[in-house]
């Protein structure tokens, strides 16, 4: 695990769509933010599933929390930055946290411009630098 790493908060919606596609598209954006080689990654867990029912514990739907070293969020915003650009109905919410320090951004392809996104992730890089 890194030193001093950063945990990112992800949330994926969709504003037209099931579950069942929200679930392929966070499974999606999971796996290539693993190819990313970060310190870990994994579905928010929703809580325990009521009484009676098969399912041990419930996934929050397009919700994963990742863990990374601080180096590695300029190429994960790219990364999410790409991966909008090809679902563009997809807004993503983003809590980053480094120590003490939070911020979030939340980037909606058909209200927000890919010059504004990226004035959006230089303006939390530095917000973060410790």
Do not use: C
């Not at 990742?66 to 809590?95: D, G, M, N, Q, Y």
């Amino acid at each position: 695990m890194s030193e001093n790493p950063a945990e990112l908060f992800i949330v994926l919606s969709l504003d037209e769509g099931n579950d069942v596609e929200l679930d392929e598209f966070t499974r999606q954006l999971k796996a290539e933010v693993e190819d990313l080689h970060v310190d870990s990654v994994e579905q928010v867990s929703a809580g325990t599933a009521p009484d009676g029912t098969k399912t041990a514990d419930l996934s929050a739907i397009g919700q994963m929390a990742v863990t990374l070293a601080p180096t590695i969020i300029p190429p994960l915003f790219e990364l999410l930055k790409s991966w909008v650009e090809r679902k563009p109905s997809t807004p993503v919410k983003i809590r980053v946290k480094i120590g003490k320090r939070t911020a979030q951004v939340e980037y909606d392809p058909t209200k927000t411009s890919a010059k504004e996104l990226e004035i959006l992730v230089k303006t939390l890089g530095k917000s973060l630098k410790v």
